[in-house]
T-cell receptor, first 112, second 115 residues
Framework: DAKTTQPTSMDCAEGRAANLPCNHS???????VYWYRQIHSQGPQYIIH???NNETNEMASLIITEDRKSSTLILPHATLRDTAVYYC?????????????FGKGTKLSVKP | DAGITQSPRHKVTETGTPVTLRCHQT?????MYWYRQDPGHGLRLIHY???????DKGEVSDGYSVSRSKTEDFLLTLESATSSQTSVYFC??????????????FGPGTRLTVL
């Protein structure tokens, strides 16, 4: 089972920031938080990852709480093309090498 | 986009027939993975490879076999397809594998229907 909890769906107005929350209360100290997204019928796409510190790249920002039990993915200016299912993943140690366990994710709908 | 292609992109076959799906990469990444995606289950790992001729089972490996004779190709074989193997299959590649960071790049997917 996935080690994360995400809302099933969210809406966001085009041009506004989309803030997608994720709970991972059982995260271990050496586990990273990864975010992927999947646009309809396409393969998942890597967005960002982090361990303790906040991270930012050209796609998004990742805010991780100090206790690391939750995080928020921020898309600063959502566009219609950001409509997708967003997966928050805590990377499993000790299992299959590099295995990513995908849960059900959050379906983000960006509306005009 | 990472250089990953999957073939075929769509296939319809009958129960009991063998099926082979191909994943081809041009990135020279060491690790390759096969996932399946079904409604209500998300993506689940079938098999993965950590080098030429080095493979291991994932979460849902029963009924599937894999082979990797070259760095760039990872084949998934259904020896005798069943209707429960109707799914969308995704291949992924990764440079690092078990070490961090483990960013995986996914192919476009193969939609397989077993009648």
């Amino acid at each position: 089972d996935a080690k994360t909890t995400q809302p099933t769906s969210m809406d966001c107005a085009e041009g506004r920031a989309a803030n997608l929350p994720c709970n991972h209360s059982t995260i271990s100290g050496n586990e990273y938080v990864y975010w992927y997204r999947q646009i309809h019928s396409q393969g998942p796409q890597y967005i960002i990852h982090g361990l303790k510190n906040n991270e930012t790249n050209e796609m998004a920002s990742l805010i991780i709480t100090e206790d690391r039990k939750s995080s928020t993915l921020i898309l600063p200016h959502a566009t219609l093309r950001d409509t997708a299912v967003y997966y928050c993943i805590v990377r499993v140690r000790g299992g299959s090498q590099g295995n990513l366990i995908f849960g059900k994710g959050t379906k983000l709908s960006v509306k005009p | 986009d990472a250089g990953i292609t999957q073939s075929p992109r769509h296939k319809v076959t009958e129960t009991g027939t063998p099926v082979t799906l191909r994943c081809h990469q041009t990135e020279n990444h060491r690790y390759m993975y096969w996932y399946r995606q079904d409604p209500g289950h998300g993506l689940r790992l079938i098999h993965y490879s950590y080098g030429v001729k080095d493979t291991d089972k994932g979460e849902v490996s029963d009924g599937y076999s894999v082979s990797r004779s070259k760095t760039e190709d990872f084949l998934l074989t259904l020896e005798s397809a069943t209707s429960s193997q109707t799914s969308v299959y995704f291949c992924a590649i990764s440079e690092s594998g078990d070490s961090d960071p483990n960013e995986q790049f996914f192919g476009p997917g193969t939609r397989l229907t077993v009648l």
